[in-house]
């Protein structure tokens, strides 16, 4: 009650003040108080705490011969016209954020990617999951520009789209890194770790337990890889960036038991490296560009997520080599864009065999003019060129293996939001024609696949692909 009588006597003090003072406010002219307003400091708003993320594409089509509209891709990465049905269902939380924006800030991020066929097509109650991101990040941890960050996530730089390609910068990690800005040089270091479920990383085998009646489950092999990453990237002037770009791979020694015979293998230690460059550059006038080069050996030749194949005799992966060159651009104007992408691979496994069926050359090149019929309505001629030559021979012996395939698409599509060549989300209808040479059906289909014979494919359906706060 003491606080309320001591409230009551200032209230009071307020409004015969207000009563006495002339009506300045309500006097005011209506300009000078929109003028107050304009000029007053904005309130600042933050995002929400909670925000929902998503990237997908769903497709269905039709080979025109009563067969499943399929991929006839024979080089690793292709054109990105016709692909399976895929989506990302992106979670973040922001744990803190000052009101004025300025302190350390921080969030969790969670990515749940579902693949492959849908429920309606194969009657399967079934789904492919994975856990693409699960990661805590701070930002502007005791200065500003210095973060870190924990968890597993897609740790990656700049893609082609017309390829669905990361030609540089692309690791699938468990690990933590930071990012810090120095002057004008950004600098991103990352180590993390994998261990493949495969006989060449892990072998569990059951032994008899000590303790308990039954068998417990022994890691006889266990072969943890860590990779470490150190990502370098500087402005050029106002309208490009240069960046250079490194990987360590290690992998321990580890013995693996043969059950049947009793034998031990032995998996040496083993290592490799990527290295490699990035220039990007655009313009005020609709036109960009981005250039790769990278080159890998041992380990970093076969990427973090596969196997290394063709190993030495003395099993190790230290000569496999890679080289990639990729280019990728779009001129974009009002009415038209015309988005190009490129790449060149060659690859050489450690076994140093000749005429050896894993060793490669490939090439791609895919572009795609499109013309903005209306802003949401827009036409757009895909066409690309694969070629896949291994180090072998036809069936003759003499002729080198060259799978070839060359794809045009018409692809007429509906773009709600009006945003251009990269507008999402986006529906399209689908009409493709291919032409394979006899090393490219061979390459895709068996003997018994009816197709082995089929020298022109087609392809038509409608598909649907989006993104929306993605980061």
Do not use: C
């Amino acid at each position: 009650m003491t606080h309320h009588r001591a409230f009551l006597p200032s209230l009071v003090t307020v409004a015969l003040i207000s009563l006495a003072s002339p009506a300045v406010s309500l006097a005011q002219p209506q300009e000078q108080v929109d003028q107050a307003q304009a000029t007053a400091a904005p309130t600042p708003t933050l995002p929400p705490a909670f925000q929902f993320g998503s990237y997908g594409n769903i497709q269905f089509g039709t080979d025109l011969q009563g067969k499943t509209g399929r991929q006839t891709n024979v080089t690793s990465r292709g054109p990105r016209l016709i692909e399976p049905s895929y989506q990302e269902l992106h979670f973040r939380y922001r744990l803190l954020v000052p009101a004025n924006e300025i302190g350390t800030k921080a969030k969790l991020v969670t990515t749940i990617a579902l693949g492959q066929e849908a429920f309606h097509y194969t009657g399967e109650f079934d789904v492919s999951l994975a856990l693409r991101n699960m990661f805590v990040q701070v930002d502007d941890l005791f200065w500003k520009d210095f973060g870190v960050w924990v968890g597993s996530r897609m740790y990656r730089g700049d893609d082609i789209y017309l390829l669905d390609y990361w030609p540089l910068d692309n690791l699938n990690t468990l690990g933590g890194g930071f990012s810090l800005k120095v002057e004008k040089l950004e600098i991103a270091a990352h180590v993390g770790v994998n261990r493949l479920d495969n006989d060449y990383q892990l072998q569990i085998i059951e032994s008899p337990s000590h303790d308990t009646i039954g068998a417990v489950s022994d890691a006889l092999l266990d072969r943890q890889r860590s990779i470490v990453s150190l990502r370098l990237t500087y402005p050029l002037v106002d309208t490009g960036l240069a960046r250079l770009y490194v990987e360590r791979h290690d992998l321990p020694s580890g013995e693996k038991n043969e059950p049947t015979s009793g034998a031990v293998y032995a998996w040496p230690r083993d290592s490799g490296w990527v290295v490699g460059a990035q220039l990007k550059g655009w313009t005020g006038d609709g036109l960009s560009g981005s250039l790769w080069l990278k080159f890998g050996a041992g380990l970093g030749a076969y990427g973090e997520m596969t196997t290394p194949f063709g190993l030495a005799l003395d099993r190790k992966a230290a000569d496999a080599k890679l080289f990639t060159a990729a280019f990728s651009g779009t001129l974009e104007k009002s009415r038209f864009a015309i988005p190009l992408a490129a790449y060149v691979s060659l690859f050489r496994d450690a076994s140093g065999l000749e005429n050896n069926a894993r060793d490669y050359e490939e090439v791609v090149v895919n572009l795609r003019p499109t013309v903005f019929l209306h802003k949401q309505f827009h036409l757009a001629l895909d066409a690309s060129y694969q070629l896949r030559a291994p180090h072998t021979f036809s069936d003759d012996g003499k002729t080198p293996v060259r799978a070839q395939v060359v794809q045009f698409g018409l692809m007429p599509s509906f773009v709600p939001s009006a945003d251009g060549f990269m507008g999402r989300p986006t529906i399209r209808a689908i009409y493709a024609i291919r032409l394979l040479n006899a090393d490219a059906r061979q390459a895709l289909y068996g003997s018994a696949d009816e197709r082995i014979d089929r020298k022109v494919d087609h392809f038509l359906g409608l598909s649907a692909e989006w993104w929306f706060n993605v980061d």
